[in-house]
Each structure stands twice: as C-alpha cells, then as structure tokens.
T-cell receptor
Framework: QKEVEQDPGPLSVPEGAIVSLNCTYS??????FMWYRQYSRKGPELLMY????GNKEDGRFTAQVDKSSKYISLFIRDSQPSDSATYLC????????????FGKGTLLTVNP | DSGVTQTPKHLITATGQRVTLRCSPR?????VYWYQQSLDQGLQFLIQ???????AKGNILERFSAQQFPDLHSELNLSSLELGDSALYFC???????????FGQGTRLTVV
C-alpha cells in the first residue's frame, strides 16, 4: 500500500463549480499536510499548509484534515480557468524524518 | 516567484556523462530538499540537507550525490547518466525542517 493515495483524475468542471480534491494516507506519523498546485512543467506552488485536524481557509481555498480517518481534502470555490493545473497533496512526519511524501497529483481542468 | 533559484533550467547531455545541478534556497532557509519528477513516477524524494548536514535520504541512486555548502546553496551531482535519468529535478527549501517548503522552477534534464 502506498503511503499517500491520490486519484489522478482527470477532473473536468465548469467555471464557477466547487472542486473537491482528496488524498488518503496510511502513515499515522504524518503531522504536517500541504497542498501544492503545479502548472505544466513548472515548479509546485504551495497553496495550503496545516498541521492539525480541522479546516483552514484562504480565499477560495479550504483545506480539511481528518487525522482519525487519515484523509485530507482541498476545496476550491468559484473555480476559474486559471485554476486548471495538477494539484498535489504532500505530507511530512517530523521527528527524525522530514521528507515530504507526495501524492501523484490530480489533473484539474476548469472549462470557461 | 518562490525565491528558490535553480540553474540551469534545461540540460541536454549524453549517456555516461556527469552533470551538476545547482540550487539557491530562499534567504534564511536552512533546509534544502531535492526531488525527481518523471511522468510515470510523480515527485520522488531524493535527499534533504539541513544547515549543511544530510538529514534524510530517499531512493537516491549511488550514481547521484549532493551536498549543501556553508552559504546554504546546494548541488546535486548526477554521474554515469542513463536515458532513464531524464526527468525534472526540483529543489525546495524551508526555514526549518517542519515548516512549509517552497519549490524552485526545476531543471529539465534530457539524457540522449
């Protein structure tokens, strides 16, 4: 079983839709959770960072973490064509191992 | 612009050769990560340095090595290159080992 599972999509939605992106994980040591957006052939851009269960909101983006279910989500409200990209979840356990473990990414297309 | 600078942006080289990829972290960041991204594998963790010391190692090949210098820039050395080493190589940096990581724009390596 992979440490981090993410549905690769592709996901196609109309402009203005609410988008839900999800990752599950198996390593209960993960403490820090991130969402990155990556445009084609560019570096991943950090969108959200959280280290506790619950919700964190930033503009049109809401990150949700449920440690008991080992499940994280990213919601995008009022999606725009410029949101079309690959979304990657990433997790980090801390302690003596700080590597970021990534999901494979979900390709999102927002159609005007 | 994340503040992480990677050079060169593109590199084309022949099999069997050796190349060096360079990363300048954001000002004040002590931790540097290296990742490899190929189409079928997603973002694979290679190695992490913190303030000049190696702190975590992923599935990095023996032909690959890295170091972080006193001025905190880092270099990734790839030797005896094979066609399968063609990929995007990303560097990321963070202030400490458990804070959000910011990625550079990557070096696209093509081995012919």
């Amino acid at each position: 079983q992979k440490e981090v599972e993410q549905d690769p999509g592709p996901l196609s939605v109309p402009e203005g839709a609410i988008v839900s992106l999800n990752c599950t994980y198996s390593n209960s040591a993960f403490q820090y959770f991130m969402w990155y957006r990556q445009y084609s052939r560019k570096g991943p851009e950090l969108l959200m960072y959280t280290y506790s269960s619950g919700n964190k909101e930033d503009g049109r983006f809401t990150a949700q973490v449920d440690k008991s279910s080992k499940y994280i989500s990213l919601f995008i409200r009022d999606s725009q064509p410029s949101d079309s990209a690959t979304y990657l979840c990433a997790m980090q356990s801390g302690g003596s191992n700080y590597k970021l473990t990534f999901g494979k990414g979900t390709l999102l297309t927002v159609n005007p | 612009d994340s503040g992480v600078t990677q050079t060169p942006k593109h590199l084309i080289t022949a099999t069997g050769q050796r190349v060096t990829l360079r990363c300048s972290p954001r000002s004040g960041d002590l931790s540097v990560y290296w990742y490899q991204q190929s189409l079928d594998q997603g973002l694979q963790f290679l190695i992490q340095y913190y303030n000049g010391e190696e702190r975590a190692k992923g599935n990095i090949l023996e032909r690959f090595s890295a170091q972080q210098f006193p001025d905190l820039h880092s270099e990734l050395n790839l030797s005896s290159l094979e066609l399968g080493d063609s990929a995007l190589y990303f560097c990321a940096s963070s202030v400490s080992q458990s804070t959000e990581a910011f990625f550079g724009q990557g070096t696209r390596l093509t081995v012919v």
